[in-house]
């Protein structure tokens, strides 16, 4: 009987809801379809320079008999986020060869898996990647594994919000995550009912929220707005300065509305943070993980390498990384269909 292949696991980047999910479908597929044996690298890089490893066995966080890893936040594998790996190569690759593995799958953003696949190159390891983030910035993916949820959590604070501000008559402004795109922003302000979403991808002009807002007040009669910022907006574009102020682009926009509005106005300011990274992952994101997971594993049965897992319509399509890398982060289309949906319903989403 041959020996059974020995498969490393790990999650690099910020965390996000689903990640569990993931590692469960690939221990269940690996473990129950192909024999492997199965181990957690803690903390990703950080693990292998460091040569950890975790034997991972179906149901091997019991209570009971229930298997608590479909449903829970977070990454029991731990993750890093940030620092120069690829100046600890040599380490990390030498840590590699002596755990003994034969393949690594892991899950990350674009920039993990960029530098995860440049120390696969070096140390001629088999590896797949599974792409992770609330931002949903990894480009030929429709989706990433945490994005649904996080759109979820917005659009739940983003009704709270709502009653809160029209009792009161204020405008909330509400700044959520996304660097570099808007994603997150877009479907969750659409989702949320938002009057104005603003982008990293589309300008915009404070003077034309302020005439929006006013708009609301004297034709609707709406005397309360919910302004959903994305924190990697650029200054606006009448600003000459396009350095980003410290206080965050939510306080920025809340105080420029304060300063240009014809009205007399209200302003609050809600951060939401890294509550959108935490939370029980949706129905959507556990089903996109265990088709991600699933279909990881079998793409190391059929011995292939630097393949990352894509969600294209609904289904899993796996692409070359280099692909997904050159054209990683990746925005929203300042013209695209969700866009012209936004505006025709009436949502300010910056200039046109
Ligand atoms: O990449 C996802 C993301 O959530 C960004 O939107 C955000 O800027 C960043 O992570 C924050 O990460 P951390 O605080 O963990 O460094």
């Known amino acids: 009987m041959n020996t059974p292949k020995r498969l490393g696991i790990l999650t690099s980047g910020g965390d996000c809801p689903g990640l569990n999910a993931v590692i469960r479908a690939v221990v269940s597929h690996a473990t129950l379809t192909y024999n492997w044996e199965v181990f957690g690298i803690p903390y990703a890089t950080q693990g292998l320079r460091e040569r950890q490893i975790i034997p991972l066995r179906m149901h091997s966080f019991d209570l009971r008999g229930i298997d608590p890893l479909v449903s829970m936040g977070g990454t029991i594998l731990g993750t890093v986020n940030g620092g120069n790996t690829l100046a600890q190569a040599e380490d990390i690759i030498a840590g590699y060869r002596a755990l003994n593995l034969d393949a690594l799958i892991a899950i990350g953003g674009d920039g993990s898996l960029r530098i995860l696949s440049e120390l696969a190159m070096r140390g001629n390891w088999q590896f797949i990647g599974i792409p992770k983030t609330i931002d949903n910035d990894v480009a030929v993916t429709e989706r990433s594994v945490g994005f649904d949820t996080a759109v979820n959590t917005i659009t739940d604070a983003l009704n709270r919000l709502t009653f809160t501000a029209a009792s009161h008559d204020r405008v909330m402004v509400v700044e959520v995550m996304g660097r570099d795109a808007g994603h997150l922003a877009l479907h969750a302000g659409i989702a949320g009912g938002a009057d ?40 606006p574009a009448e600003s000459p300065c396009r350095e980003k102020p410290a206080c965050g682009m939510g306080q920025f926009i809340a105080s420029q509305i304060g300063e240009c509005s014809p009205y007399p106005v209200d302003v609050r300011v809600s951060v939401l943070g890294h509550i959108q990274r935490g939370g029980i992952p949706t129905a959507l994101d556990r089903l996109i993980a265990a088709a991600f997971g699933k279909t990881a594993v079998d793409l190391v049965a059929a011995g292939k390498s630097n393949q990352i897992v894509t969600w294209q319509c609904g289904e899993v399509v796996a692409v070359p990384i280099e692909q997904v890398c050159e054209q990683s982060p990746h925005g929203v289309e300042p013209d695209s269909p969700l866009v012209q949906t936004a505006r025709a319903l009436g949502i300010y989403v910056g200039k046109k």
Request: glycine content about 2%; overall charge negative.
């Open 196 to 235: 104005v979403i603003l982008l990293p991808e589309i300008p915009y002009s404070v003077q034309e929220i302020c005439e929006h807002l006013a708009e609301l007040r004297d034709r609707w009669q709406r005397r309360f707005a919910i302004v959903v910022v994305a924190e990697g907006i650029h200054p």
